[in-house]
């Protein structure tokens, strides 16, 4: 189902034209009542005024992290703090944390994308949404269930963690829709299996899994040990939370980008270029309807690319395929470049090696080791010395192979590395230390 039909099949002009309107008024309302963003505009001679075309976009200034960093907490706000409902922040594991704000109709706006994006995923009114995202300043667990009840499905607003009690109410209440971090539901599978449960006899049809990044092979191990359909969901605090973009169940092919609230750009990181559809790079975001914390041009970080050829749902909104890494997620090791996403690739093609790694970077006498520790299923834990001997061989010939990188491969026992409720911890990089 298509929440919303005008807006999501739209032809592509009249998208355009709604987008600049839109991004006309967002650009006046920021000058006037940010002063980040006036200064920023001055600095490089440009008012809201010179923005005559959607192609003039680029010549506003890229927001940073550090810029909202520098802002902290309140000053990007570009309303009364009277007119804020609702304040939210992203964790970060370095630094401080970034702080947004919403108004009433932001959270209207923010409750109608997450009715699309669920329906996207294949949720409609009669569905049970097991919603394991966390609650609180994380904005997985509010984002979802506000777009829940706005598509008249009912939440079970469980949040992450008390894993044994979710799976009761997983097993009682019989939810259909399981929404959570790809690794916390896979954490969610393994205990189930534990308390005897099998959740492919749950009656679970989909999930909408987001917030960390996760791979094509990870999408078709989790369809299979968790008997469902996954789709991606993919959005950040400083835009508005998860709601920015979302696969189609139909095709579960790049997600779509809610255009007629965000614009996308594709830029190079190294230079700020804007690149053309199809090749991968920066992810960049302009937000045009939010009113408490519009961001111009903010750098995500997150690597993608776009693709607007038309989808088989009938969307007609630009595509964004699953992203691939993040600028600050790479690992240069031995001045190889490789990203977490691309070992975990490997990984999951391989069979018996469960969807559980973390990397390990150190540098000894100035040389940076990469080690890859990985569960095995306890089935090929308690082989003979020989077959894990084998195993390990194997993974690090792809590794070598695919990345052009050595690794020392460490089989771990099933469960030995540390579950997550919220985003899972991959790379623990000591050379930074
Ligand atoms: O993670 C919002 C969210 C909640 C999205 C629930 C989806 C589901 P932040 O905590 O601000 O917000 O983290 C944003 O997480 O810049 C990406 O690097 C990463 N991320 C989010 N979704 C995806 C995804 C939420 N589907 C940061 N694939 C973003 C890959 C993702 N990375």
Known sequence: M?????????????????????????????????????????????????????????????????????????????????????????????????????????????????????????????????????????????????????????????????????????????????????????????????MGVTFKDLKFKFGVFGAEPWSESMRREMEEKLGLKAVDIYGLSEVIGPGVSVECHEAQKGLHMFEDHFIAEIINPETGEPLPYGEAGELVITSITKEAFPVIRYRTRDITTLNPEPCVCGRTLVRMNKVSGRTDDMLIIRGVNVFPSQIESVLMDIDGIEPHYQLEVDRKDNLDTLTVRVEVSEQIFSDEVKGLQQLEHRIKTDIKETLGVSAVVKLAEAKSIARSEGKAVRVIDRRKI
Do not use: C
Request: proline letters at 5%; aromatic letters at 10%.
């Open 2 to 194: 298509i929440f919303n039909i005008e807006y999501e099949t739209m032809p592509r002009e009249a998208l355009e034209s709604i987008q600049l309107r839109r991004l006309q008024a967002t650009l006046s309302r920021v000058y006037a009542a940010v002063p980040f963003y006036r200064a920023k505009f001055d600095e490089n001679s440009i008012k809201p005024g010179d923005v005559k075309s959607l192609e003039d976009l680029q010549r506003l200034p890229f927001t940073t992290k550090q810029d909202l960093r520098e802002n902290y907490p309140f000053g990007m706000f570009a309303v009364p703090m009277d007119n804020v409902v609702r304040i939210h922040a992203s964790s970060g594991t370095t630094g401080q944390p970034t702080v947004v704000g919403y108004t009433a109709r932001d959270i209207n706006t923010w409750a109608e994308l997450m009715a699309r994006a669920l329906s996207a995923g294949g949720a409609t009114r009669g569905d049970i949404i097991h919603n394991a995202y966390g609650y609180g300043l994380f904005t997985g667990g509010l984002g979802v269930h506000y777009g829940a009840e706005r598509l008249g499905a009912s939440v079970i607003p469980v949040s992450g963690g008390n894993t044994k009690r979710q799976v009761i109410i997983m097993k009682d209440f019989g939810p259909t829709i399981l929404t959570a971090t790809p690794s916390y539901a896979l954490h969610l599978a393994e205990a189930a299996e534990e």
